[in-house]
């Protein structure tokens, strides 16, 4: 059985599909992390929980950058406040971050986390087991870095948003999880019919999958 066919029964296929696209790519090199380090990330992220207010990580200072194995604990740490605090990382928090493992590499574990983040909670919510990661592969992360790159979108620099939501180009610096994450956003969201103003292809009408897409981002502090 291929991941996430035990779901077919209750989303679409495309929905189905899309995560197997991320899940396929979750455990291979990146752009600036190995697929062992990749999936470290995400096993980070799905092992963590949202912290409570006087939890939350206010200064990076504390947490070493230094690895005796896998990933550094501030990478860690990185990975829990990007996947259940991102409300509360602002510019002096985004600063303390990309001072010590740089924007690209910040960018690219922001778009694992957006990836596996809303696979598991639907799973969650749904009532069934979450898919296993997937095994990492061997390989050297590309390199590969977005040409023509503009600032002014948000804290990352981005490719132009070419009349795209901000969110859309977001995390593009790490342009191909980037990619897959827009891909779930399509699927789950809106899927092929975003353009239409009346849709028929979900159980709820769109005003309605509006006023629960603006109530969740206004719940979790969303920036846009």
């Known amino acids: 059985m291929a991941p996430f066919d035990s779901l077919r029964p209750v ?11 991320a899940w396929d790519n979750l455990g291979k090199p ?7 380090q990749r999936i ?20 990076f200072s504390n947490y070493s ?3 005796t194995s896998g990933i550094t604990p501030f990478v860690r740490a990185v990975a829990r406040k990007v996947a259940y605090e991102s409300s509360s990382i602002d510019k002096d ?7 010590v493992i740089g924007e690209d590499q910040y960018a690219e574990i922001a778009t694992i986390a957006s990836q596996v983040i809303p ?22 992360p590309s390199g590969e870095r977005p040409d023509e790159l503009i600032n002014g979108v948000g804290f990352l620099p981005t490719v ?26 399509r699927a789950m969201y809106s899927g092929k019919d975003f353009g239409e103003m009346i849709w028929t292809h979900r159980n709820l009408s769109r005003p309605q999958i509006e006023l629960v ?3 969740t981002s206004a719940i979790n502090e969303c920036f846009y």
Request: proline share 6%; glycine share 6%; no cysteine.
């Open 65 to 67: 950058n230094e690895a």
């Open 213 to 215: 897409a603006a109530r």
């Open 11 to 21: 989303v679409s296929s495309e929905i189905i599909e899309s995560f197997q696209i």
């Open 30 to 36: 990146g752009s600036w992390w190995s697929g062992p």
């Open 119 to 140: 696979i598991y909670h639907l799973a969650d919510t749904l009532g069934y087991n979450r898919e296993q990661l997937p095994n990492a592969e061997a390989g050297d």
């Open 160 to 185: 132009p948003t070419n009349g795209m939501p901000h969110v859309a180009v977001s995390l593009s610096l790490a342009q191909a999880d980037n990619a897959r994450r827009m891909l779930l956003v």
């Open 93 to 99: 928090i985004f600063d303390q971050i990309v001072a």
């Open 40 to 59: 470290e990330i995400a096993e980070e992220i799905r092992d963590s929980s949202p912290p409570s207010i006087a939890e939350r990580i206010v200064d």
